[in-house]
């Protein structure tokens, strides 16, 4: 296998920010919240470039394809369970992600059974960008405590969760249409 910038750039994200951002979140002080944030945001920037990069250089890959999402999918779901033990984010709201995800990664391991790589779609970019926008303000919200930041939060969550079954039921279908109705 070649070794791309951008799959470089993705495995970097893996391995090295989303353990330190766990770490951070888990920590839950003022210093800590801030380099949580800043982590977070270069993971986020990160994800941008790579996939820029990748088209920029013409290097789009079968393996950039896989990891790029599951990179994301790690990156939200720490966050996320971060933020659900300290409180800013519902259990269930977690739970709809996660099955969400775990449906998706299902579908994607069947599709590589028949040697094809399903990419991210619109609508789970689309999901993606809206998750990474709502951990950044419940993070700024651990220094915000004002009622229409929560307003704010609470809409960008219902949003985020909204285009996560949504974007979840895209797969499904996707699947359910190639791989798993009986012929």
Known sequence: MKTTIPNRI????????????????????????????????????SDSLDGYLARKMKQVSDVGKFLDPLADKMLVNVALLCLTVRGLFPVWGLAIVLCRDFAVDGIR???AQHGEVIAASWWGKCKTSVQMLTIIL???GHFCNFGWYAI?????????????????CQYVMIGWKKYLKSK
């Open 152 to 168: 704010i939060c609470n809409s960008l969550i219902a949003a985020m969760l909204i285009l996560t079954v949504v974007s979840g």
């Open 10 to 45: 993705t495995v970097a994200r893996i391995i090295s920010v989303i353990p330190f951002l766990l770490a951070m979140l888990l920590e839950n002080s003022d210093i800590a919240n801030w380099i949580a944030i800043a982590c977070f945001i270069l993971a986020t920037v």
């Open 138 to 140: 419940l993070l700024f």
């Open 109 to 111: 391991l069947i599709a």
